[in-house]
């Protein structure tokens, strides 16, 4: 079952913040909500997590909204290295080796 | 620091052949999760291992098997290979009770 919807692709020019939202409407008390994303033919790599508060790091920041329906992944200034396929998943913790789904992301590409 | 290593990088084999592909996850990592990747797709899990024990099994065919030893790297055994096997295969580990998988190169698996 999707857990997350995402728009399938989106575009950014290159130095302008990239917001990629996520729908996650059915989202359970105890799921947090993760980004990876995956640059062609690479394996997955780890953008950012949060639970209900609003998440920063060097990468990137994470708005969750009050409800926790939905989210955005901003990537504050966006470079040609960014363009890839953003995924948003869904997932309880703790991690003991549960499934972890990627469904289908959001394809970025930035634009010089 | 160490990454996931998978190998080998690339595989080309026949249908109805056997392959075997490795994953040494990163040191005291005690999860590995493995999933496969066709062209354009994303990427789908197929199994994963908690502490040597299988955890959760996603959309694996039943002519796949896996296992994780005592020194936690794992291994995907693939029999009857079909042209539809042909497929980037991803290992990632994991810390129980961490929020990051983190992903290997992958093994690119080719079946004439």
């Known amino acids: 079952d999707a857990k997350t919807t995402q728009p399938p692709s989106m575009d950014c020019a290159e130095g302008r913040a990239a917001n990629l939202p996520c729908n996650h409407s059915t989202i359970s008390g105890n799921e947090y909500v993760y980004w990876y994303r995956q640059i062609h033919s690479q394996g997955p790599q780890y953008i950012i997590h949060?639970?209900?508060n609003n998440e920063t790091n060097e990468m990137a920041s994470l708005i969750i909204t009050e409800d926790r329906k939905s989210s955005t992944l901003i990537l504050p200034h966006a470079t040609l290295r960014d363009t890839a396929v953003y995924y948003c998943?869904?997932?309880?913790?703790?991690?003991?080796?549960?499934?972890?789904?990627f469904g289908t992301g959001t394809s970025l590409t930035v634009i010089p | 620091a160490a990454g996931v290593i998978q190998s080998p990088r690339h595989l080309i084999k026949e249908k109805r052949e056997t392959a075997t592909l490795k994953c040494y996850p990163i040191?005291?990592?005690?999860?590995v999760y493995w999933y496969q990747q066709g062209p354009g797709q994303d990427p789908q899990f197929l199994i994963s291992f908690y502490e040597k024990m299988q955890s959760d099994k996603g959309s694996i065919p039943d002519r796949f098997s896996a296992q994780q030893f005592s020194d936690y790297h794992s291994e995907l055994n693939m029999s009857s290979l079909e042209l539809g096997d042909s497929a980037l295969y991803f290992c990632a580990s994991s810390l129980q009770g961490s929020e990051k998988l983190f992903f290997g190169s992958g093994t690119q698996l080719s079946v004439l």
């Open positions: 998943i869904v997932r309880a913790l703790p991690n003991t080796g549960n499934q972890f789904y």
């Open positions: 949060g639970l209900k």
């Open positions: 040191p005291r990592h005690d999860t």
